[in-house]
Nanobody, 112 residues
Framework: QLRESGGGLVQPGGSLRLSCAAS????????MSWYRQAPGKERELVASINSGGGSTTYVDSVKGRFTISRDNARNTVTLQMNDLKPEDTAVYYC???????WGQGTQVTVSS
């Protein structure tokens, strides 16, 4: 099971920290990813982190603004989002890649 939290409404230039709590599987064995889906658009891969946390990848549009991290002792993965832009508005999902598990999503809205 995956459960996201931390979404909300923020002004452009602001920050949010999303968290995803995992249970029921071997969290430390799988790549974890954050995706997002904006209204009328396909779901997009935003960031990924390998099982040990030492390797990360990002979509170009968030590089330098978002940071993915994980705590294998607490079975959590986080997405720190800074300098948010209106185009970051979407429902954000975490995914346990090896298992194909998805969370229920958390809404992020960037608007003045």
């Amino acid at each position: 099971q995956l459960r996201e939290s931390g979404g909300g409404l923020v002004q452009p230039g602001g920050s949010l920290r999303l968290s995803c709590a995992a249970s029921g599987f071997s969290f430390s064995s799988t790549v974890m990813s954050w995706y997002r889906q904006a209204p009328g658009k396909e779901r997009e891969l935003v960031a990924s982190i390998n099982s040990g946390g030492g390797s990360t990848t990002y979509v170009d549009s968030v590089k330098g603004r978002f940071t993915i991290s994980r705590d294998n002792a607490r079975n959590t993965v986080t997405l720190q989002m800074n300098d948010l832009k209106p185009e970051d508005t979407a429902v954000y999902y975490c995914k346990a890649v090896s298992y194909g598990y998805w969370g229920q999503g958390t809404q992020v809205t960037v608007s003045s």
